[in-house]
């Protein structure tokens, strides 16, 4: 499984992006696909995490509230909806799949980030 993730960019404070996470290869709708992120200096985060059909989603505390992920299994596609950005949500997001964990270690394959600036 090969994995693409866009839709990062340069948003104000309060603003909202959605990231796509593209997928080719086969059996993908067979996968738990969860999203991390890095901001500069820090480690590698949690962000959210759905099962393989999309049904059962898991978010960080951080981010609850304001994030949705939603799968697309016939496009092979998974979204992350940010919405109330704040400037501590800047740093490079990650899409991931192959497990349904809060840690990043399970997961088998990574896609590319996007990096996510907000600004104040």
């Known amino acids: 499984v090969q994995l693409q993730a866009s839709g990062g960019g340069l948003v104000q404070v309060g603003g909202s992006l959605t990231l796509s996470c593209a997928a080719s290869?086969?059996?993908?709708?067979?996968?738990?696909v969860g999203w991390f992120r890095q901001a500069p200096g820090k480690e590698r985060e949690f962000v959210s995490a759905?099962?393989?059909?999309?049904?059962?989603?898991t978010y960080a505390d951080s981010v609850k509230g304001r994030f949705t992920i939603s799968r697309d299994n016939a496009k092979n596609t998974v979204h992350l909806q940010m919405n109330s950005l704040q400037p501590e949500d800047t740093a490079v997001y990650f899409c991931?799949?192959?497990?349904?964990?809060?840690?990043?270690?399970?997961?088998?394959?990574w896609g590319q980030g996007t990096l996510v600036t907000v600004s104040s």
């Open positions: 759905t099962i393989w059909s999309g049904r059962i989603s």
């Open positions: 290869g086969r059996n993908f709708d067979n996968y738990g």
């Open positions: 991931a799949a192959g497990a349904y964990r809060h840690n990043s270690l399970p997961y088998r394959y």
